[in-house]
């Protein structure tokens, strides 16, 4: 039976214990609710969750453990010439699999039967998968083949013994729950503990994520340094890869280019963002915002792709023919400023719509006490509305920067990919985001300080990013005492 069969049987085995468990809590009872000690709908959830919860766990963790089962069953009986090191292995794991996968779909075609499929020669077997448009870069050898056959009968020989065993411990949550349904049984707060389980998985969720995020980037990060000096890493003013070896791999220039397209992008975002929740919020009449501020969160849905067009074609020419070349700065169309200008027209309403929002959540209290006291509107915004709202504008703002940091179309199209140290707005230059997505690109050893040096650059972007929201938070806290 598949997974989606699978699946299916356990939810109608759920709907069954969710009917026979309110059914018997209501029968002990003699038909009447109020005898009970939850309410029926408790009871029926509790034979559902019963049926659902070791069903979909056992589901779940058999899913997660037969491939690598089978795999390492698979690659114990290879010749030892195919495990010699871990990138062998992993490539003929690779062709058995995708041989395995092509005999199941010619046999779900038709174009073989069960039995058919276990006793193919090499010659048949290319022939059978170049049928169902399996594509091989090389010839099917008969080592191969009999390890994909044998992947394949494993596989079916999991499947049937998870079918089995999932259904097993579902029918046994079934009769548990069935059985415990009676009038005095705490349905309610067996329920809500599993509720209360959820909640907290849910929220660990993010955590996990992090912790395996960090983890990534620290293994492979160590990985990298054992095999690149730490020292010209983080302080050598060339980035020079190149995988035949003799790589200068210098961080410099790429937090360079990174920081200065994002100061120019804060520049413009931040002026004419906060100017303009400040108008919707304070100044425009219901009507105008309701048509201003629509059109400018459109810019938030225009994909980076766009803006990368536009920069290219439209403000990189402009500042080049208006600005670089009368000015002698340069000649070139992919820049700095082209990228900042762009990427700051980009978050312009990440800042507009959070600060418009933070700024109405200003209790209208003060508004009005500094009305009272005879102060204008100007001068009620800029002394007591934007140092409420500190704490979020600066939230805002962080949103934003690390939306610049992190951004990669618009530089490759408006900055170019030149790691260099300069004080030229209008010269090429490029970011680490950039770079990490170029070291990645391609047909590239893994395992070589190239390849590496892209974890290396996430590391550091990551600790940026850290150390942004470490001294907002000090911002924060500095400003928000006044007002506590």
Request: aromatic share 8%; no cysteine; hydrophobic share 55%.
């Amino acid at each position: 039976m598949s997974v989606f069969m699978t699946l299916a049987a356990v939810l109608v085995l759920a709907l069954a214990g969710y009917l026979l468990s309110r059914q018997r809590a209501l029968a002990t009872a003699g038909g009447n609710p109020r005898l009970l000690h939850s309410l029926p709908g408790y009871y029926g959830w509790n034979g559902a969750i019963s049926v659902l919860v070791p069903g979909l766990a056992l589901l779940i963790l058999w899913l997660m453990a037969q491939p690598m089962v089978i795999e390492q069953r698979v690659a114990a009986a290879l010749p030892p010439e195919m495990t010699a090191d871990a990138a062998s292995r992993a490539l003929a794991l690779a062709d058995i699999r995708r041989v395995a996968g092509g005999l199941d779909a010619a046999v779900a075609r038709g174009a073989l039967t069960s039995d058919a499929a276990l006793s193919l020669s090499a010659a048949e077997a290319r022939a059978t998968l170049g049928s169902v448009g399996v594509a091989l870069g090389s010839e099917v050898s008969t080592t191969t083949l009999a390890a994909a056959q044998d992947y394949r009968a494993a596989a079916a020989w999991g499947a049937a013994l998870r079918t089995v065993l999932v259904l097993v411990a579902a029918v046994a949550g079934l009769f548990r729950a069935v059985r415990q349904s009676h009038k005095d049984f705490r349905a309610r707060n067996s329920v809500e503990r599993v509720i209360l389980w959820l909640l907290i998985a849910a929220s660990s969720i993010a955590v996990l994520t992090t912790i395996g995020i960090i983890w990534s980037m620290v293994s492979e990060t160590v990985d990298f340094f054992s095999k690149y000096p730490a020292q010209d890493f983080f302080f050598s003013l060339t980035w020079s890869p190149n995988f035949r070896g003799g790589s200068e791999l210098g961080i410099i220039p790429l937090i360079w280019g990174t920081l200065y397209i994002t100061v120019i992008a804060m520049l413009v975002a931040v002026p004419i963002g906060l100017f303009a929740a400040i108008y919707l919020a304070e100044y425009a009449s219901r009507r105008t915002r309701a048509w201003v501020k629509p059109l400018i969160e459109i810019i938030a849905g225009i994909p980076t792709v766009v803006f990368g067009l536009f920069a290219l074609v439209t403000v990189g020419p402009f500042l080049r023919d208006w600005f670089a070349q009368p000015m002698g700065l340069g000649n070139s169309g992919s820049s700095v400023m082209t990228a900042g200008i762009v990427i700051g027209i980009l978050n312009i309403p990440f800042i507009s719509s959070l600060s418009d929002d933070i700024i109405n959540a200003v209790p209208q209290s003060l508004r009005d006490g500094s009305y009272g006291l005879g102060a204008t509107r100007s001068e009620t915004v800029k002394q007591v509305i934007l140092p409420a709202a500190l704490p979020g504008i600066v939230g805002a703002i962080l949103m934003a920067a690390s939306r610049a940091i992190g951004e990669t179309m618009i530089v490759v199209m408006g900055a170019g990919a030149a790691a260099k140290l300069s004080l030229n707005p209008f010269e090429a230059m490029t970011t680490m985001t950039v770079k990490i997505v170029g070291q990645l690109t391609g047909d590239t050893d893994f395992a070589s300080p190239e390849t590496l040096v892209a974890f290396a650059l996430g590391m550091t972007l990551f600790v940026i990013t850290l150390g942004l929201n470490i001294f907002a938070l000090w911002i924060v806290r500095k400003y928000r005492e006044q007002y506590e």
